[in-house]
């Protein structure tokens, strides 16, 4: 079992930054996958930004913006958000996918683990 744990979020102003963390425990997680997504109110969850052995994958609306990173001696994985806009406002997950193929997932149905949330708001 993995437990996730996401911390970082707030308000912020149009133009600035926020770094989220997403703390794992329970096992290990240098072979998974591990993701961000958000959801805003009314919406589908979405996929954010993931990585996976070093790789690092985003959605066209973050890339050039958020920074995903890990540190997998602290088990932790970051989500560097610059420049930010009132449509990034939403709440942030972590997610963890055992992902015991090659391949990395954008999808959040191949995702096993979730975080609770961390919300994120960006005012004009």
């Known amino acids: 079992q993995v437990q996730l744990v996401e911390s970082g979020g707030g308000l912020v102003q149009a133009g600035g930054s926020l770094r989220l963390s997403c703390a794992a425990s329970?096992?290990?997680?240098?072979?998974?996958?591990m993701g961000w997504f958000r959801q805003a109110p009314g919406k589908e969850r979405e996929f954010v930004a993931a990585?996976?052995?070093?790789?690092?994958y985003y959605a066209d609306s973050v890339k050039g913006r958020f920074t995903i990173s890990s540190v997998n001696a602290k088990n932790t994985v970051y989500l560097q958000m610059n420049s930010l806009k009132p449509e990034d406002t939403a709440v942030y997950y972590c997610?963890?996918?055992?992902?015991?193929?090659?391949?990395?997932?954008?999808?959040?149905?191949?995702?096993?683990?979730w975080g609770q949330g961390t919300q994120v708001t960006v005012s004009s």
């Open positions: 329970g096992r290990t997680f240098s072979t998974y996958a």
């Open positions: 990585i996976r052995w070093s790789v690092t």
């Open positions: 997610a963890a996918d055992r992902a015991t193929g090659w391949g990395t997932s954008l999808d959040r149905h191949d995702y096993d683990y």
